[in-house]
């Protein structure tokens, strides 16, 4: 099956700073790739994803990259806020053109951020 | 769009009994809700995927007879902890995907607090 890494597990920036994280998968039949936050205690939220017929995507301050060849994929957070201190989380899956797919998720990488 | 909710948000029961978990779609029709398990610091694990109107499908290593899992509707899908014990204390996530989502993602609910004293 689906094997996900995430690195680093735990991240401390400054306020401002920016933060990546990186995950790499094992099965090349993948090709959904979401990013989940979560904050203690509360459920995970989808921040963004990445579809694997795309090599990056950008929603204001984060971005995802993909890089299919290598099987890894990284989320990048730029300008830092104490608000984005959270674990987040990668994740992957194989969609089938029908039925259902189901998401391995990375370890997590706990976020701080400093004002 | 996509909410999905969790009933109760904690429960705590003594050893030997059993305890139900609801989650609930509460603005689409989920043809698929996902189980997970999360232990404190550490990542989510699926359990099973239940699909309505059909069996559900065990991960390795999940005992399908200690975790029960009904997809009674395509709004509600219930997980019954039997015979608790005090290793089965965890935080208890539901996730689901609607016909009128894509095939790619999953909604999380608010997470179940079991603790089994």
């Known amino acids: 099956g689906e094997n996900v890494e995430q690195h680093p597990s735990t991240l401390s920036v400054q306020e401002g700073d920016s933060a990546v994280i990186k995950c790499t998968y094992s099965?090349?039949?993948?090709?959904?790739f979401p990013w989940y936050k979560q904050e203690l205690g509360k459920r995970p939220q989808l921040i963004i994803d990445?579809?694997?017929?795309?090599g990056e995507k950008k929603d204001q301050r984060i971005a995802v990259t993909l890089n299919k060849t290598a099987k890894h994929f990284s989320l990048h957070i730029t300008e830092t806020q104490p608000e984005d201190s959270a674990v987040y989380f990668c994740a992957a899956s194989i969609t089938p053109p029908t039925g259902y797919s189901t998401l391995t998720f990375g370890k997590g990488t706990m976020l701080l951020v400093s004002p | 769009g996509a909410v999905v909710s969790q009933h109760p948000s904690w429960v705590i029961c003594k050893s030997g009994t059993s305890v139900k978990i609801e989650c609930r779609s509460l603005?689409?029709?989920?043809?698929?809700m996902f189980w997970y398990r999360q232990f404190p610091k550490q990542s989510l694990m699926l359990m099973a995927t239940s699909n309505e109107g059909s069996k559900a499908t065990y991960e390795q290593g999940v005992e399908k007879d200690k975790f029960l899992i009904n997809h009674a509707s395509l709004t509600l899908s219930t997980l019954t902890v039997t015979s608790a014990h005090p290793e089965d204390s965890s935080f208890y996530i539901c996730?689901?995907?609607?016909?009128?989502?894509?095939?790619?993602?999953?909604?999380f609910g608010p997470g179940t607090r079991l603790t089994v004293t």
């Open positions: 603005d689409f029709q989920a043809t698929t």
């Open positions: 990445i579809r694997s017929n795309v």
């Open positions: 996730s689901a995907r609607g016909r009128w989502l894509s095939n790619y993602e999953q909604y």
């Open positions: 099965d090349s039949a993948s090709n959904y």
